[in-house]
């Protein structure tokens, strides 16, 4: 769900091509490092040393821009203006609002364009709730 929101957010907010590929593998494995942070690290600092041991560099998105997003998602008092960073931020935000999990409460909003998807959201969240399979429509080629 994050990376769907990732990619909305991140033509919403007019990224380029290559942009918007590196928004999407980031929101796609933000969360990789859940499992093993420890001494001291984030789980987004754990998920971009992951990152790195998993997948190889590809041409079509940029592992530095792409682990440097995953690095930082979680760490709030970092703000700075990379558009890849705020967009997977907003959209890990908009997935973390989901129903019985989070607080909804569009303040924690960054973005005009992430406020203006919470019902969006909030709507996809029930969906995938009540519908597991609707999964598939975003995951499956027809």
């Not at 928004?23 to 942070?37: E, K, M, P, S």
């Not at 959209?91 to 569009?106: E, T």
Request: glycine letters at 6%.
């Amino acid at each position: 769900k994050c990376a769907v929101l990732a990619f909305i957010l991140s033509n919403k907010v007019g990224a380029c091509e290559r942009q918007i590929k590196n928004t999407v593998y980031a929101a796609l494995y933000h969360d990789i490092g859940r499992t093993c942070h420890a001494n001291g690290k984030s789980h987004g600092q754990c998920g971009a040393e992951r990152m790195k041991t998993l997948f190889l560099p590809s041409k079509d998105w940029d592992m530095d821009i792409v682990c440097r997003a995953i690095a930082l998602h979680d760490m709030s008092q970092c703000m700075d203006a990379d558009m890849v960073l705020a967009v997977v931020r907003e959209a890990d935000c908009l997935d973390y609002m989901r129903l019985g999990f989070g607080v909804y409460d569009a303040s924690r909003l960054a973005m005009v364009e992430g406020r203006e998807m919470l019902r969006f959201a909030l709507e996809l969240n029930i969906a995938l709730y009540m519908f597991p399979s609707f999964n598939r429509y975003f995951s499956e080629e027809e």
